[in-house]
């Protein structure tokens, strides 16, 4: 009988890979829409004295293009799959936009006419990208959804047939979810996109007759699987890492130090990213939640798989806070599902203390610009009611932004054209860039490169040019360590930063 089980189990498993791949071949679509730097590349081939970078990879409309720079002028073409590309030259490189496979091998064959007649070499190149630079795009693209609408939390339904309610409760800043408790240690999790979770004790079962829209998260949660990276570090904020077991970055994709250690040690595993989980690791693992991003509304194949595997998905939210605390304060919702709220409370009031020391600030009315440049030109700003402009506005600043610029729009993010952007921003006393979407800057080089207009900023005549880390959207858990560094960088403070650094 065990071993029919199994058999119906392994059945099943093998019918929903199978559906997962033919989703895949049908909608052809490697990467989300977006612009990526990859997290790995490597090539092989030719004599060694020309080497091959790929600083950029551009997704658009189920294509892939890649940006390939050869360290020599004498590459006038390459063939990819039998098709001719011609470089364009600076004098001291050869650059190609290509077609692109991702996360594996392609042959490019380069014609180089640095011999005595024109010679074609061949080159294997790799271009990896894993659930970093993915998860990059993933933060931005949240904050480009319109938010819900909360009416559905005030007036939200705390009855359930069969429980007692006892209580609510309190939240400072978040607007985005609710915990309702009931008698016997139930918990209902409401979120601001309509989404509703019972969390039920160990030992206890689910009331009869439980609405079919309110998924049932059982404790204890010993394996859960983790794609939405923001809530890792809120996780690791209540001493509850040891839950997450499964993870959707390898080891190189995190900054939290406890999750680098505990995937090093093997405590935690890589499952595949988000849109391509690895269900068969999930399944043996007993996998008891999928924690994810709204990046999986873009693949529901995806989420209805997990879920025909019996393993509930819950749908993180925080990025639609207007708050920087409100976003933290999620850290609440996930004490809850781990019976940890007096821990995350007391984080949190400690972490609102920070804020709190910044509120009596006097302000400086230096202006900041927060952005950064998409691969189309265009400039991508925060909206003026945005929780970074909130940041700004705490630290002593002046979000340069207002909303005759972002309009009506209730997005986090809105894209302007340059010459918008240089009407507002050329005399902002800052810029910060916004490198946790694009490639970190080097140098103010690298930001003229994006625009020579950038020569008549007064922060670049003024050394004002900053950028921020690649690993800021993972901080949900210490954003008043960036207000600080925005209130310093005002001050004229270098020492002690966390997430933003000066750049020459």
Not at 229 to 244: K, Q
Not at 254 to 268: C, L, Q
Request: net charge negative; glycine share 8%; with cysteine.
């Amino acid at each position: 009988m065990t071993d029919i089980k199994h058999r119906i189990i392994a059945a099943l498993l093998a019918l929903c890979l199978l559906a997962a791949a033919m989703t895949a071949l049908a909608e052809g679509v490697t990467l989300p829409d977006g612009e990526y730097v990859p997290d790995g590349f490597s090539f092989s081939g030719g004599t060694g004295k020309v080497t091959i970078s790929c600083p950029r990879v551009v997704a658009a409309n189920g294509a892939v293009t890649a940006t390939l720079v050869f360290s020599s002028p004498n590459y006038p073409r390459v063939v990819v799959d039998g098709v001719e590309y011609t470089a364009s030259h600076d004098g001291d490189t050869s650059v190609f936009e290509i077609p692109a496979r991702i996360n594996e091998d392609m042959l490019v064959v380069g014609t180089t006419t640095a011999m005595s007649q024109p010679h074609d070499v061949e080159y294997t190149i790799r271009i990896s990208i894993g659930e970093e630079a993915a998860d990059a795009w993933e933060s931005e693209e949240e904050m480009e959804v319109e938010p819900a609408v909360n009416a559905a939390l005030e007036d939200r339904d705390r009855e359930i047939t069969g429980l007692t309610y006892e209580s609510t409760m309190p939240l400072r800043y978040a607007h985005e979810f609710a915990v309702d408790y009931f008698e016997g240690g139930y918990k209902l999790l409401s979120i601001g996109d309509g989404n509703r979770y019972l969390v039920v004790p160990e030992g206890g079962e689910a009331p009869e007759g439980l609405d079919a829209g309110i998924r049932v998260i059982r404790q204890p949660l010993t394996n859960v699987y983790l794609a939405a990276t923001a809530a890792m570090a809120l996780f690791d904020a209540v001493d509850a890492l040891d839950v997450i077991k499964l993870s959707s970055l390898q080891a190189s994709g995190w900054y939290i130090d406890n999750a680098v250690a505990a995937m090093e040690r093997g405590d935690m595993l890589f499952a595949g990213k988000y849109s391509e989980p690895d269900y068969e690791l999930m399944v043996s693992s007993g996998c008891d939640l999928a924690i994810e991003s709204t990046m999986i509304l873009h693949t529901p194949k995806v989420q209805e798989m997990i879920e025909l595997l019996g393993i509930p998905v819950f749908i993180e939210h925080s990025s639609y806070e207007t708050h920087p605390l409100g976003r933290t304060e999620w850290v609440k919702l996930y004490a809850a599902m781990v019976n940890r709220e007096a821990e995350a409370e007391a984080f949190f009031d400690s972490q609102a203390a920070i804020i709190d020391e910044l509120k009596d600030f006097q302000n400086t009315e230096k202006t900041v610009a927060f952005f950064y440049i998409s691969s189309d030109g265009s400039v991508v700003v925060r909206n003026a009611s945005d929780y970074v402009a909130g940041m700004i506005e705490i630290a002593g600043g002046r979000y340069v932004f207002d909303d005759s610029l972002t309009g009506e729009s209730t997005r986090s993010s809105v894209s302007i054209t340059m010459e918008e952007f240089y009407n507002a921003a050329v005399d902002a006393d800052y810029l910060i860039y916004n490198a946790s979407i694009d490639a970190p800057l080097n140098s103010v080089a690298d930001l003229m490169g994006k625009s020579a207009l950038f020569a008549d900023f007064k922060a670049v005549k003024e050394g004002n040019v900053w950028s921020t880390d690649r690993y800021l959207y993972q901080a949900t858990d210490i954003v008043g360590s960036l207000i600080t560094d925005i209130n310093r960088m005002l001050l004229g403070e270098q020492e002690g930063m966390t997430f933003i650094r000066k750049i020459d």
